[in-house]
Nanobody, 126 residues
Framework: QLQLVESGGGLVQTGGSLRLSCTASGNTLDTYVIGWFRQAPGKEREGVSCISQRDITVHKDSVKGRFTISRDKVKNTVNLQMNNLQPEDTAVYYC????????????????????WGQGTQVTVSS
């Protein structure tokens, strides 16, 4: 059974950076489509970035040019580098995984994913 743990969240000022990591146990992450999602208070969970088994990436429009998703196959992690953070980026961030390659075509949809981490809080102060 794949288990995911997020880390790297915290409090940062507007314009700052954070690097989130999604660490896996139970299987290797490079066999999964991985997505990063976030949920702000009172809002629905939304897809932020995702990466295919072939390392093709997709980003939500509002984070393009600011967020980068990448795999570290040695550490069995998927990282989300977040630069120029804004108050509207404040949320709990989750990573998720699905083994079906075709799920990548709708990889920003939470319903596609089978495995989820517990989340890490990101707070951007203005």
């Amino acid at each position: 059974q794949l288990q995911l743990v997020e880390s790297g969240g915290g409090l940062v000022q507007t314009g700052g950076s954070l690097r989130l990591s999604c660490t896996a146990s139970g299987n290797t992450l490079d066999t999964y489509v991985i997505g990063w999602f976030r949920q702000a208070p009172g809002k629905e969970r939304e897809g932020v970035s995702c990466i295919s088994q072939r390392d093709i990436t997709v980003h939500k429009d509002s984070v393009k040019g600011r967020f980068t998703i990448s795999r570290d196959k040695v550490k069995n992690t998927v990282n989300l580098q977040m630069n120029n953070l804004q108050p509207e980026d404040t949320a709990v961030y989750y990573c998720a995984a699905v083994g079906l390659p075709s799920a990548f075509w709708r990889c920003l949809s939470a319903s596609n994913y089978d495995f989820w981490g517990q989340g890490t809080q990101v707070t951007v102060s203005s």
